[in-house]
């Protein structure tokens, strides 16, 4: 069913992707099962991934969040700062000695935004970029950062939905036939699954984990499709045969339809998770090689396709930012790894008209200090970071706050990590505050009692 | 409350923090306000300016040592005192800044002006002061919205003696819990549906009871049996079984948010849990009083033992408060302290009570009469208490750090070490102590990048020599190395109240509470705690007393959510103002009372309703009596219910005959060393491994937070995270693919099959009779032996064209192992196996120790492989598939 040619219209080559899950294939199935004619039971039992309206209008209907694993160096990346570059070995704020990036910075595109050497494609699409650079967190230590930017949680050891769950379950999801929240290559420590769990939400909202290569555990059938056609066939004959005892479980029809739709993802999920299906053209454009180097570019690959299907929200991961020490190789290393891939990945998107309605997130769960710690390293900073967003709902080329003069403290428009979270779900349509979930006697949010949407980088 | 913001002005220029963190900040009236002008004005900027990266609460405490909190200056780091209040001569901050100590230079490399150490000095001389924490007004006053709560709400208030409906004439009710039910039922409208049918019913009772299918010879038996008490029978059969322990324990360990290793920020694992968690299936089956229970796993170390072996049980019982998750590489002890003690107050609270006081740790309750003031009078409990997880915080730790072996409970005295062995301990620990020096000198110098003979840098190199001996000196003074440990309570060697904290910061402290328990539930007589105690008893006595209402309603709850699929209270966690209100609560206090009298026990509590007329109604239902009471809430049938993730496990494995029902010794989480886990790392996948080949009951598969094995995970287990009294039951296409794909069903479908194939005794009619037996507890119709015959001929043909190859490839496979199985070797014995398996793990956990920075290892995700599970010809392709249809069906995955 999945189609790999470039059609002539991207856009309705992406409709015709999502409609093999919720259009037609959905009413089909639902008429060959008979639901139509009781549909406020099929609604609640079977779909509950279903596609939800927004609570607000919003442009944004799914995102792709690249993280940074480990806290990548903002002065050496995308914040400039010249009193630091004047001030190279001289005490700096806090205590320690400051270090001036080893790295040009340049300005780039009409928004003269500068951005280092390290980072030359993602440079040439700055002016689709919104940066935001007063960034604050609260702890500075990674796991109790990556478990905050993920669900929110403050103390690490409250476990909590993840980011991605709360957008499944305020959303729904576009593509009935796919995971609605996916995650590739995941921190396997930094509180692991914490990160993409549903917590107290149902099961069917957690992040669904594919590694680098998109291995989906259980989705190969393990006998041919015929004969495995003729086994599900048997299984949802015994089911048709209970559901007609009266007072048979109402959730019948959920596995009824569970069968037919792990049938289907069986069919389509293994061509969308195969990047060699795409053209040499676009694997030369992202910089795709084998081994742990191309794993970045793998991975933005497998993102757009996935955001293409309408998965609603795909999280990647490149790891080993954490710099106390090798700042200035490590650097060249890791953003060698990302630069390409990021700039491929935002041309792609925005080539195929996915920018339209795709929100970008590109950073780490916090920043790194411009003082030196040993002969080549910056210790952590939670104090001021940024990071930076592109495509639907915000605005393009444009910062908003900043960071003192050194890069250290967050002084202009101020964001913590639960004003991001709340930002985030309106952009997607969603009010932070009343997405709510009761569980043992509590509503529950994503930004718990805090967060503010800060309306300034909305388009 | 009255709070008044302090002006951020004084604050130097680009530096800003959290206006919280000084929300409080306000002359006292002892304060004088030169002195604070002075404390603000150029002594906060100073410590903000040079020492923040390194000491506060935004960076971290590096040496122990935090200059951004009063008490952190007073109390000082790993040093000791980092000032004396009067005397800047005798003050180490004084003495650090001066650079007159060759080891000790701070800010390093950047001396202070004389200037900015006078001022220092002068700010220590003048009393080191520091604005004192506002205490809002309110913070132990009493509150008449709480008194009204207190008085109004249903389920804190003492249990009523309800009188037993009447009901003349009415030849339904077999026990008075049905007459409670007829009686609503009657106000409703609605009639109970007709008793369910034999198999249904002994299906129904079976899984409940014990989370196992019946077994063929079971089903038979009870056909046979036509006497008026056969289910009578059935149940004391199965309430004596281990089964119902494992089946019964398993509700308590979700309630217990059970987990065998710390999951959130570090997952470090816990190799004792496993010791609890029979603790408490071994309680079940015992049938320990409830209150015993409850007693025991919140004090247990301080009861009274009659025996060696009881003492050591109720040491073990305390496990309960210690398996929670627990954030390790919390940076700030205190925090760690007050973290740990807030998942403690939330479980026992919710777990016991169904009241969530962990609410109050940083505001009033907002719904329920809990203060932040009776929130630290627990906390006060657990203050005294230790924590005995085997575990310390530590910033950054790699390896063994997190160990703490002094902090576990040591349950048979270890073997007297003689002197020898002493000194060879001795001798390990200066060695590691050594390394540790040698490597934190190269730690932050040039020297530390210089290449070592082997090619790598001397800090890495220093940094594995003390990770190797520091695991030589664990490994000699490891208590678990010589004796039985568990992890668990004890009293604190210092006891006594700790302050509230104000807004939940830890290191906030405003006045002292006063230990004690929770004001909505007070009766006379009530226990208080001794000054001396960590009142730990007391707060056990206090949540036992048959005066205590809430304990007994909602265990009684708890019971009938798992044997009805609904409790009475349908929140059974939250007994709370939003929670729900009974739907029956005279029934609910009746039970209450009965469970108390009959002296808490659980099993007896269990016969008494699976024995009701209730119990035993069918699941039919009309759409009529649907849409007036949909979600069965007066119980006018039997609700049908998803098999938990555990039961559809088990169940498969019964099925093909394979269930191991004997008890594994311990948990395979208990070979691992104390060392973070990764997701992707080798001893993961060995838990990973583990899980997925085990025969055993689901119970005892190792429970890793985050690790938890695919089988269970996709049906919906339990959260570890929580007290989780009701699991979700969702249905999803995971589950569909699962068992579709899973090698597990895979497996365990051939296997059913090859029985059946096997047994020459029957033909293809019984057989696919006992197919339907062993899978869904019942003969199929004449109607489904049809279709199941043409679905075997039709599928045998398919296959038998289409899977040649790899039927060959198979019976290759099967003759090479029938050769190799008939040699005399020991190769393939599992116990070789595992060991060898074992010396893997060890080795892997050495490489993970040895990693210089913790983090730096290997991020990207291991490759998986899929086990093919294959058969060996067309007809057995074909059996296998039939069983495996059973297994997906609905009737195999619910029960009516």
Known sequence: MFNDQVSDSAFSRRKALQAAG??????????????????ARAASVTAPLA?????LPAKAKRIIFLFMEGAMSPVDTFEYKAKLQDNDGKPGPGGGKLVASKFKFQQHGQSGTPVSELYPNVAQHVDKLCFIRGLHTDTPAHPQAVIQLHTGARVASLTRPSMGSWLLYGLGTENQDLPGYITINPSPNFGGAVNYGSAFLPAHFQGTRINDSGFLPNLKPQVLSPLQRKQIDLVQDMNRDLRAVPGAPSELDGVIESYELAFRMQGQVPDLLD??????????AYGVKPGPAGSFARQCILARRLSEAGVRFVQIRQGGWDHHNNLHKGLIANSAATDQPTAALLADLEQRGLLEDTLVLFGSEFGRLPTAQGVDGRDHNITGYPMWMAGAGVKKGFSYGATDEYGTHAVEGRMHTMDLHATLLALMGLD?????YRYAGRDFRLTDVAGNVVREIMA | MKLRRLSLAVFTAGMLISPTQYLFGQADAKQDPAKLEFFEKKVRPLLVENCYNCHSADNKAAGGLRVDDHNGLLQGGGRGKALVIGKPEESLLIKAISHTDNKLKMPPNNRLTDEQIDILSQWIKDGAVWPALEIPDDLTASSPEYDRLRKEHWSWQPLKSPEVPALPGSAWPRDNIDRFLLSKLNDVGLTPVADADRLTLLRRVTFDLTGLPPSPAEIAAFQADQSSNALETVVDRLLQSTAFGERWGRHWLDVARFGESTGSARNLPYPHAWRYRDYVIDALNKDKPYDQFIREQVAGDLLPADSEAQSKEQKIATGFLAIGVKDVNQRFKVRYIMDNIDEQIDTVSRSVLAVTASCARCHDHKFDPISTSEYYSLAGIFHSTDDCSGLRNKMGGGGLDYYDPKMLLVLSAASQLDAEQEAKMAKAKQAADDARTAFETLRDSAEGDEKAPNGRPKRQVARQKWNRLQAEYMSLSDPAAFGEVAMGLRDAAKVGDTEIRIRGEAEKLGPIAQRGFLKLVEFEGQPSV?????????LAQWLTSPKNPLTSRVIVNRTWHHLFGAGLVRSVDNFGITGDTPSHPELLDYLANEFVADGWSLKRLVRRLVLTRAYGLSSAATDEQLTL???NRWVWRHSPRRLQAEELRDAMLAAAGVLDRTRPTGSVAAELKVIELRNNGTEAQRMVDAGRNSRARSVYLPLLRTLVPTSLEVFDFADQGLVTGSRDSTTVPTQALYLLNDAFVRRNSLATAETLLANSNLN????????????????PSPTEVQRAQFYLAEYQSVAGEALAEEFAAVQQREQAALAEAQRPADAAEPANLIAAKAGGLAAAQQAAALVANPDDVEQTEMVTTEEAVQSRDARTAAWASLVQALLGSGEFRFVR
């Open chain 1, 22 to 39: 919720t259009g037609f294939g959905y009413l089909a199935l639902a008429g060959m099962l008979g639901l139509q004619n009781k549909p």
């Open chain 1, 51 to 55: 596609p939800k309206p927004q609570q």
């Open chain 1, 275 to 284: 990047i060699s299906k795409e053209p040499q053209s676009v694997l030369d």
């Open chain 1, 432 to 436: 932070h505050e009343a997405l709510t």
């Open chain 2, 530 to 538: 001794p000054a001396d105690k960590s009142g730990r008893l007391e």
């Open chain 2, 629 to 631: 009471d949909p979600a």
């Open chain 2, 764 to 779: 293809d009619q019984t057989r696919i009779e006992a197919a339907y037996l062993t899978t869904v507890g019942r003969t």
